[in-house]
């Protein structure tokens, strides 16, 4: 997937500009550790991809991504670093389908934990996390900034199955 597509779809997601630039994902795209995985607006089982220089090519149109999650492997944890669905294809379980494929790759990878952080004001992403059986267990306060106010950062945690 090209870094654009993503940079592009994750601002539409989170219905502002950025915060993650197309450099970002560039830097990501080219980390070894790094991976992401994706459901397509006609592929409804998902895909995984490694994120790799020369696998950026991309196996998918832009217009067909409905949804990714990007992560990386660091020893035996894993890291959500960004999960990002279309808003016309929200509440189609695109969500939920990409945070499954996420946690079947990085165990597959050797992960025995994940970790993730997210807004105390993005009441949707923390409800799918509790259901997803993720539990908090700390908090970051004034760790986001908005355009009027400091937001917390909810910080939470899963054990992973290895499949």
């Not at 550790?33 to 459901?39: E, G, I, Q, W």
């Not at 090519?57 to 409905?66: E, H, M, R, V």
């Amino acid at each position: 997937m090209k870094a654009h597509a993503l940079a592009r779809l994750h601002a539409r997601a989170m219905r502002v500009p950025g915060p993650w630039t197309e450099t970002d994902f560039d830097e990501l795209l080219a980390t070894k550790a790094s991976f992401f995985v994706h459901s397509s607006v006609d592929k409804y089982p998902g895909e995984r991809e490694e994120l790799r220089p020369s696998h950026v090519a991309a196996t998918k149109q832009a217009q067909d991504l409905a949804g990714f999650a990007l992560g990386r492997i660091v020893l035996d944890e894993a890291e959500l670093l960004t999960l990002a669905v279309d808003p016309d294809h929200q509440r189609e379980g695109i969500g939920r389908r990409c945070l499954g494929l996420f946690e079947s790759e990085a165990a597959l990878r050797g992960a025995a934990k994940a970790y993730l952080e997210v807004a105390e004001t993005n009441q949707a992403a923390i409800a799918l996390y509790h259901a997803s059986g993720w539990v908090q267990n700390g908090r970051r306060k004034a760790y986001y900034k908005s355009t009027d106010a400091r937001i917390d950062a909810i910080l939470m945690s899963k054990t992973l199955v290895a499949c």
